[in-house]
């Protein structure tokens, strides 16, 4: 504990002492009332998830989640509010149908979720199991005649381990102050771009099991098998993650049909197979590509600044509106959509007009690799040779929410030292809720890094990891019972503040160091 104290004390040091401008406490205090006790954020997260289902990227519902969003942002008194495309996204897919039951030796009804963007059956099959054992591509010709009209399970060990770790915890205080010292991050000056990304997940394609998955999957198409199983040791308890299945290109074929299963299920079909006993089910799968509209979408909504000077720049919100399929994107995210969207109608609620304009935007296909805000940034901050433009010199900055239903317990600053300090000073009206830590470190994968990427300040906040990682993080168990509700209306209290705070401000948010 001595050497993190040591450490903390040096980050003090390194933070430049600024004058923080800081809303005034009967601001601060009316927000809070109205964030905490008169919260609208559950209602608005019950239509983003029972009311509008499954958000995947241009599905069905996503878009009855983006018009919910524009009209709930609409009457809380927001302006300009649009449903905008940024570019293609591909196709578009829903679920219509699924029934699987094994019926032999016995009939037992099964647990599993098929994969996005997959086909379907054309009706009711009744198949025979058939193992799979192939660590290779000779080892797969083996197999060759074998697979019309089969179900495919894999030969792979998926002994169930006991867990003992909890699927909902708090930080504590150690772990806090542990992010606090941690060190400034190097800044990787080698930029991670999209071709290097899709570089490297056709490497992955081409070697080991996944090239022999994907030989399978070409050989059970071209002989007419059914459907192939998979699942994993995370797939138990009646948890199954279930999520891309195949590609949603648009002119990339309907894929084959690819099952997530319960651990449990899958490893009886596998012993009973295995032993000679004849395994078969019934499986009816009926899914819908939508091919019309290629275009992916976001929504975008703001107040408008007031200040002659200052109303021209840009302080942003935001979370990614998209989810996978087989829950409704309770934790991830429509926590964060919908805390976003209650932070734009507290800050129109605390009643006083923000000098800079204070725009939310809820991202589309966050999961596909935040392809929603990275061109939202691209076509909003860069000029066509992909250099700032004049909106990237007025932007302020950015805050975002996915990490799930926990309460915020600090922020991410990415390096940014000056901002480190502006933070420590907006925190503390909300120490109180448990609300205080700041750190240099970073923290991925969400739509803060698209903005981050460019220069431009973007954040995201440290939020308690309650389910995250464990129980709903990409399941069929994210939904809305397992939103945690005092936690999201301390959320949308800090972030309304901490967007007006940044919009009252004497001067932009500060730039990290390049």
């Known amino acids: 504990m001595k050497n993190l104290v040591i450490k903390g004390l040096i980050l003090a040091a390194v933070m430049p002492i600024c004058a923080v401008a800081q809303l005034d406490p009967a601001t601060i205090q ?5 964030g905490l006790e008169r919260s609208q954020v559950m209602d608005i997260a019950f239509n983003l998830t029972d009311k509008s289902g499954n958000r995947l990227a241009n599905s069905e519902g996503y878009a009855r989640a983006a018009n919910y969003a524009k009209t709930v942002l609409t009457k809380n008194g927001a302006v300009n509010v649009v449903i905008e495309p940024w570019g293609e996204f591909g196709k578009g897919w829903d679920l219509e149908k699924m029934y699987f039951a094994m019926t032999a030796p016995y009939y037992k009804p099964l647990l599993a979720w098929p994969k996005t963007w997959t086909a379907g059956t054309n009706g009711l099959k009744n198949a025979t199991i058939i193992v799979v054992d192939a660590k290779d591509s000779i080892a797969l010709q083996a197999y060759k005649g074998q697979l019309k009209g089969k179900i495919i399970i894999l030969d792979q060990d998926n002994t169930y381990k006991q867990s003992f770790k909890a699927d909902a915890a708090r930080f504590t205080d150690e772990a806090l102050a542990a992010m606090e010292a941690a060190p400034a991050p190097v800044v990787n000056k080698t930029p991670d771009t999209a071709q290097q990304r899709r570089m490297r997940e056709m490497q992955a394609q081409r070697v080991g099991p996944q090239r022999v998955l994907n030989l399978l999957k070409s ?6 098998a059914v459907a192939m199983l998979t699942t994993s040791t995370r797939n138990h308890d009646g948890t199954i993650f279930a999520q891309g299945g195949g590609s949603y290109k648009g002119t990339d074929p309907a894929n084959f049909l690819d099952l997530a299963m319960s ?14 006993t004849v395994v078969k089910a019934d499986l009816d799968v009926k899914t819908k590509f939508h091919t019309k509209d290629l275009q992916g979408y976001n929504v975008i909504a703001e107040i408008p600044g007031t200040d002659p000077l200052l109303k021209d720049e840009v302080v942003m919100i935001g979370a990614h509106l998209d989810s996978w399929q087989s829950g409704t994107g309770a934790t991830d995210n429509a926590s964060g959509s919908a805390v976003m969207i209650e932070a734009m109608r507290l800050i129109k609620a605390a009643g006083i007009d923000p000098k800079r304009t204070i725009r939310i935007g809820l991202w589309s296909a966050e999961e596909e690799g935040l392809l929603g805000s990275r061109a939202y940034v691209k076509k909003t901050f860069m000029d066509a040779n992909n250099q700032p433009n004049a909106a990237h010199q007025k932007f302020s900055t950015y805050f975002n929410i996915d990490n799930g239903t926990g309460k915020i317990r600090g922020i991410y600053a990415q390096g940014n030292t000056e901002a480190a300090a502006i933070f420590k000073t907006w925190f503390t009206p909300f ?3 448990g609300a205080k830590t700041v750190t240099l470190n970073n923290t991925g994968s ?3 890094i698209a903005f981050d990427a460019v220069g431009l300040p973007g954040f995201q906040f440290i939020q308690d990891p309650i389910e995250y990682s464990t129980r709903t993080h990409h399941s069929n168990m ?14 949308a209290t800090i972030v309304a503040t901490f967007a007006l705070n940044a919009a009252q401000q004497t001067s932009l948010m500060p730039r990290k160091a390049k």
């Open 263 to 276: 651990v449990e299920d899958y490893n009886t079909f596998l012993r009973l197979a295995k032993s000679g």
């Open 478 to 491: 994210d939904v809305y019972d397992h939103l945690m509700q005092d936690d999201l209306k301390q959320i």
């Open 219 to 224: 050989m059970a198409v071209e002989e007419g």
């Open 30 to 34: 009316k927000i809070r009332t109205e």
């Open 431 to 433: 120490n109180d809720l």
């Open 446 to 448: 969400t739509d803060h």
